[in-house]
């Protein structure tokens, strides 16, 4: 199975670039794919993150679960 998201474009909304691959990982979240859930993931990113990041991190896995689930 193959997903095709426009990730680049979803981290530049998210507020930076570089967060293509927290979009990937909300996506892959959103598939089942991984052996953690998109809140457990959100946790994560509330823990272990500078809380500077949370915002645009939080939104781009957020922006990845949506894009999938289209």
Known sequence: ???FLPIFSLGRE??????ANMVLLGALCAA????????????TIRTSMSPKLHDIN?????????????
């Open 1 to 3: 199975e193959a997903y």
């Open 14 to 19: 998210a507020g930076a670039p570089q967060a």
């Open 32 to 43: 089942d794919r991984l052996p953690f859930g998109l809140s457990r993931l959100a946790e």
């Open 58 to 70: 939080l939104k781009a896995i957020e922006l990845g679960a949506r894009a999938l689930r289209l």
